[in-house]
């Protein structure tokens, strides 16, 4: 054992050394051959990739350098660091910015109508008592329409500072808004309708397996194609002359809203071809106000008499002068035509007239018979119910609701009995012949042919480009 003190050793080896010279030799060069211009853009550079503003990053290292152990402050890699941070702390930033916004509108509140929610579990989730439902319906008549909710309907609360109900409003539809707002003897009701741009439409179908479908593929809605149904129903029936290769044409009025369709008007024009015959009517309103469907020479589409007094209904029976009765089992004389329906189906009055009866008539059940001057009458018979305001003694207009299909009386399923009179005798009203309605008055055939000849170009240039587009 000696008492020699060991040396201690070197604080670098020689290769720590030499690696040393070698780093400190290459930044050397390197701030010879990259001027410091250069290296600033390149931070810049590398801060926009850390999608930070240069500026924000320039305000942030000049406020509160980055603190590095040992480090350089103006080194390169001090700066990426500090980019990195300031990334970190504007996406800190960004909830407390979005509370910020939020607490512009604290008392503004929305929900959602989901299933099964009513006003008052609606009221609950933005914290308002059952009372103040009870206050707002009581309110104003108007007001009840807050409680016919839809599915996905949306209702805006704005509350006061006090968490109390300062309004509430909700968009019902495309073009209609109702509100309430809260005043000193309680709550006012308004509603706001926005008026839409109103252009024309066409569309184009052929009957493949039904009209519904069809005129569905077409673009039709089902209000539409009711509609076109509606106006050409004195010359078609519906429910048994449709046949597949049938087609139709329809210039309709549509309404816009910030581009969007947001609805369907009128039908301008149509023209239906039936097992080879075609129909056309065109809308037209005269200089008295009044508007209805001519053919395109002006004649009148209504008739006295509409052709089904149910929209498209299966005839399960037939006008015949002996048949044998589903339930009574013996030959007997069915004086009218029956159309299969499902139960609650509208039916209309077949013309205008008084209503004879409203109530029971034995077999018949449900039972409205209407008298049509003196020469006419119908019958409907097996309705489940009346239509609202249907009594002996009342008038209806044609197509007016009478009632729904049922099974009363002597019924095996829900279908309408339908009879038709002229001069008290039966007659097939399958095939009776009606009267016409008057046609365009003399004095307006020129204003009607300069409306309706445009709109009858239309639909001949619109098929012609459709099909040839087809042929493409």
Same mark, same amino acid.
Request: charged share 20%; net charge positive; aromatic share 6%.
């Given at each position: 054992m000696?008492?020699?003190?060991p040396?201690a050793?070197?604080?670098?080896p020689?290769?720590?050394?030499l ?5 400190a030799?290459?930044?050397s ?6 001027p410091?211009s250069?290296?600033e ?8 990739e850390?999608?930070?503003p240069a ?24 700066q ?10 504007a996406?800190?930033?960004?909830p407390?910015?979005?509370?910020q916004?939020?607490?512009k509108?604290p008392?503004?509140?929305e929900?959602t109508?989901a299933?099964?929610d009513t ?9 308002l008592?059952?009372?103040?439902v009870?206050?707002v319906?009581a ?9 016919q ?5 949306v209702?805006?609360?704005?509350l ?13 539809? $495309?073009?209609e808004t109702? %509100?309430?707002?809260?005043?000193d *003897?309680? /709550?006012?009701?308004? =509603?706001e309708?926005? @008026?839409?741009?109103?252009?024309s ?7 493949k397996?039904s ?8 673009g ?6 009711m509609?076109m ?15 597949q ?11 816009i ?8 008007? $009128?039908?301008?024009?149509? %023209?239906?071809?039936n097992?080879? *015959?075609? /129909?056309?009517?065109v =809308?037209?309103t005269n @200089?008295?106000?009044?508007t209805?469907?001519?053919t ?9 008499f ?9 005839i399960s ?13 013996k ?6 035509v ?12 077949a013309?205008d007239?008084r209503?004879?009866l ?10 409205v ?5 003196? =020469?006419y009458?119908?019958l ?5 119910g009346?239509a609202?305001?249907?009594k002996?003694g ?7 609701i ?9 019924s095996t399923g829900?279908?309408?009995?339908y009879?038709f ?14 009267p ?6 003399k ?11 445009p ?5 001949d240039?619109?098929k012609?480009?459709?099909l040839a587009?087809?042929?493409?």
């Amino acid at each position: 054992m000696t008492n020699e003190t060991p040396k201690a050793p070197p604080l670098y080896p020689k290769s720590h050394l030499l690696a040393a010279s070698g780093i400190a030799a290459l930044l050397s060069l390197a701030l010879l051959v990259f001027p410091s211009s250069e290296v600033e853009a390149k931070k810049t550079t590398l801060s926009l990739e850390l999608e930070s503003p240069a500026d924000q990053l320039k305000d942030q290292s000049e406020a509160a350098p980055v603190e590095q152990a040992g480090g350089d402050q103006s080194s390169p890699f001090a700066q990426i660091e500090g980019a990195e941070q300031t990334t970190e702390q504007a996406a800190s930033e960004q909830p407390a910015q979005a509370e910020q916004a939020e607490a512009k509108q604290p008392g503004h509140r929305e929900v959602t109508v989901a299933s099964g929610d009513t006003l008052s579990t609606l009221f609950a989730k933005v914290g308002l008592p059952a009372n103040v439902v009870h206050d707002v319906l009581a309110s104003n008549k108007q007001a009840k329409q807050f409680s016919q909710l839809k599915h996905g309907q949306v209702l805006q609360f704005e509350l006061d500072k006090d968490g109390q109900l300062a309004s509430l409003h909700s968009k019902v539809s $495309n073009l209609e808004t109702i %509100r309430l707002s809260k005043t000193d *003897k309680g /709550y006012s009701f308004d =509603r706001e309708i926005s @008026k839409p741009v109103v252009r024309s439409a066409y569309a184009h179908g052929v009957i493949k397996s039904s009209l519904s479908a069809s005129a569905q593929r077409a673009g039709l809605s089902h209000s539409l194609t009711m509609d076109m149904a509606r106006v050409l129903g004195y010359d078609i029936d519906f429910a048994q002359d449709i046949r597949q290769g049938d087609e139709f044409d329809v210039v309709y009025e549509q309404k816009i809203m910030d581009g969007k369709v947001v609805g369907t008007g $009128n039908i301008l024009s149509a %023209r239906f071809t039936n097992r080879g *015959k075609t /129909y056309t009517a065109v =809308r037209y309103t005269n @200089k008295q106000g009044n508007t209805s469907y001519y053919t395109a020479d002006g004649n009148s589409l209504r008739k006295a008499f509409i052709r089904t007094p149910v929209d498209f209904a299966r005839i399960s029976s037939r006008f015949s002068a002996g048949r044998k009765h589903p339930i009574l089992n013996k030959i007997r004389a069915h004086k009218g035509v029956d159309y299969a329906a499902p139960r609650g189906t509208p039916i209309k009055a077949a013309g205008d007239g008084r209503i004879e009866l409203a109530g029971r008539r034995g077999g018949y059940g449900n039972t409205v018979i209407i008298a049509h001057g003196n =020469r006419y009458k119908t019958l409907y018979g097996h309705m489940q119910g009346f239509a609202k305001g249907i009594k002996t003694g009342s008038s209806v207009k044609q197509g007016q609701i009478i009632g729904y299909i049922g099974t009363t009386g002597l019924s095996t399923g829900p279908h309408l009995h339908y009879e038709f009179q002229v001069n008290g005798v039966h007659v097939d009203p399958l095939s009776q012949k009606v009267p016409m309605a008057d046609p365009i008055a003399k004095g307006e055939r020129q204003r009607f042919l300069q409306q309706s000849q445009p709109l009858i170009a239309r639909m001949d240039q619109e098929k012609a480009t459709l099909l040839a587009a087809n042929k493409r």
